[in-house]
């Protein structure tokens, strides 16, 4: 159990207070940063199939025979959530040699419009936050994730490809 909460916490973030949610979130930008650095967009990739699989783990393990199948305190959903948002940052940047913190709008839009469907659940990550199961859980974060991912793109294409910034 101890190595389920310290994995579905993130190492104790998940009871920091007010927002642990948000708190997940901040604490996956720098862990995003460094995996970046120190391996591309390959290596986060990978981290995010690890965290996904190791928070599904632990969220199941948490929360065996609790009432509330997504207590606050788990935050590693919104790790994983989190990296798939920065995939958006991450891949165009080991893509094309470019530093990935020159890309640090990518990264404020990453983290707003995650914590934004996140929070509000539209359509799908709604349905999946529904299921009631640690699956469920993990895989709203990464519908949230993914659709952060692809505002990010949006948002670079209007900056780039429309306005010429």
Do not use: N
């Not at 469907?117 to 895989?139: E, N, S």
């Amino acid at each position: 159990m101890r190595a389920a909460q310290l994995i579905g916490t993130v190492c104790g973030v998940g009871y920091l207070r007010p927002g642990p949610g948000t708190w997940g979130s901040a604490a996956a930008l720098p862990l995003a940063w460094g995996l970046h650095v120190l391996g591309g967009f390959p290596l986060l990739a990978l981290a995010t199939l690890a965290v996904f699989f190791g928070g599904l783990w632990a969220t199941k393990v948490m929360t065996a025979g609790q009432e509330d199948h997504d207590p606050s305190e788990i935050v590693i959903d919104e790790v994983a959530g989190q990296f798939i948002a920065i995939w958006a940052v991450s891949y165009p940047a080991w893509a094309h040699g470019i530093e990935v913190t020159a890309l640090w709008p990518g990264w404020v839009a990453g983290f707003v419009l995650f914590r934004l469907f996140d929070i509000f659940k539209p359509g799908p990550v709604g349905w999946a936050d529904r299921r009631g199961d640690a699956l469920g859980v993990m895989l709203d974060d990464v519908i949230a994730g993914v659709f952060a991912a692809i505002g990010v793109l949006i948002l670079a294409g209007i900056s780039h490809g429309v306005l010429g910034l």
